[in-house]
């Protein structure tokens, strides 16, 4: 068979370009799905600066997740007003795969709490993936106060002139908001200090500034050791990371207290990369390395979480603060 003349030769060939041009702007995301995750490394958003146990959780899990994809994880850190720069920037992000977010409860609670400025609805705005870990906050007091329980420590602020003084890590924050449903549940008043972080509330209740602090157990359980801090209880129950230290609800119904880490991305990641990252977070997670090595960060890591799952457990936990600012009546934005 002859070839065609050159004139019709190259408008086949510009008609056969075309149409792969249109196919492949069609078809332009199953295409990207087929190469994903080799194209070029993925971004970790981080809300929070380094050094503290979202970092190290984080560290650990991208360290796994680089081998099993075989491609670069770098970690960006976007920290500031309680996650709402890392959210703010992450919603103008494309949905390629790319870029992943590792947030906390303050990044769904915060269009609850602070409606003005989290100003965006927190369940259509992301992909979800999965839950990474939860993070048990522990009621401490300073050495020097008499109570030796949660009950003894209720008895004590009842008996006092002025409320106790407690430390937060901001205002908002789940330690604040922890101690405040505390205080409404037990009937006792606190007095209600904001610092910029929870290292530094950590610190001056230690130094006998303050006298009642909820706190993380990385930041806290140091001074347990040396006696500087006294644990009374875990928020949400008993924990085997302080074994022997009893839950508050024990002595104090209706009260919760968390903080805890989830993985999401750009709203419209495609279903088939949303599945396979839910898979491999899962998977890597339970690996028992992993997991001894986020216990020891003071976390507990999460190894049963879809992305439905994350999503319904994210609407629960929304709604129960929501009745909490309800029953409490407390108001923090004006």
């Keep these: 068979m002859r070839p065609p003349p050159d004139?019709?030769?190259?408008?086949?060939?510009?008609?056969?370009?075309a149409v792969l041009a249109l196919a492949a702007t069609a078809g332009g995301p199953a295409l990207a799905q087929s190469d994903w995750p080799k194209a070029k490394h993925i971004t970790m958003v981080m809300p929070y600066p380094p050094g503290g146990p979202s970092d190290g959780l984080v560290r650990v899990y991208i360290e796994k997740l680089s081998a099993r994809l075989g491609t670069p994880v770098v970690v960006d850190y976007r920290s500031g007003a309680n996650t709402l720069v890392a959210s703010k920037y992450v919603m103008g992000l494309p949905a390629d795969g790319y870029t992943f977010y590792v947030t906390s409860n303050a990044m769904h609670q915060g269009p609850l709490f602070f409606p003005k400025q989290f100003n965006y609805e927190p369940f259509d705005t992301f992909t979800p993936i999965g839950m990474m870990s939860m993070n048990?906050?522990?009621?401490?007091?300073?050495?020097n106060v008499p109570a030796k329980s949660v009950a003894e420590l209720v008895a004590f602020a009842k008996s006092q002139p002025q409320p106790l003084s407690f430390a937060t890590s901001g205002v908002g924050s789940p330690d604040h908001l922890s101690g405040e449903l505390l205080a409404y549940r037990a009937g006792i008043t606190f007095n209600f200090i904001p610092y910029k972080g929870g290292a530094p509330a950590t610190q001056d209740v230690?130094?006998?500034?303050?006298?009642?602090?909820?706190?993380?157990?990385?930041?806290s359980k140091p001074f347990f050791e040396s006696?500087?801090?006294?644990?009374?209880?875990?928020?949400?129950?008993?924990t085997p990371l302080l074994?022997?230290?009893?839950?508050?609800?024990?002595?104090?119904?209706?009260?919760?207290?968390?903080?805890?880490?989830?993985?999401?991305?750009?709203?419209?990641?495609?279903?088939?990369?949303a599945q396979r990252m839910a898979n491999e977070t899962r998977e890597i997670l339970a690996m028992p390395d992993?997991?001894?090595?986020?216990r020891a960060?003071?976390?507990?890591?999460?190894?049963?979480s879809s992305p439905k799952e994350l999503v319904d457990f994210l609407?629960?936990?929304?709604?129960?603060?929501k009745e909490v600012l309800r029953v409490t009546g407390l108001k923090l934005e004006e």
């Excluded at 230690?206 to 930041?219: H, L, W």
């Excluded at 992993?290 to 986020?294: E, G, T």
Aim: charged letters at 20%; zero cysteines; glycine letters at 14%.
């Design 315 to 321: 609407r629960k936990d929304y709604e129960t603060w």
């Design 297 to 304: 960060l003071g976390l507990d890591p999460m190894t049963s």
């Design 227 to 238: 006696g500087k801090l006294r644990p009374l209880g875990v928020m949400n129950g008993p």
């Design 136 to 143: 048990p906050l522990v009621l401490v007091v300073n050495a």
């Design 290 to 294: 992993v997991q001894a090595r986020v």
């Design 206 to 219: 230690v130094a006998g500034q303050v006298q009642v602090r909820i706190d993380t157990i990385t930041n």
């Design 243 to 273: 074994p022997g230290v009893p839950g508050v609800p024990d002595t104090v119904a209706g009260v919760r207290g968390e903080g805890f880490f989830y993985l999401v991305a750009p709203k419209g990641l495609p279903a088939p990369i």
């Design 7 to 17: 004139g019709i030769r190259r408008k086949l060939l510009a008609a056969g370009a």
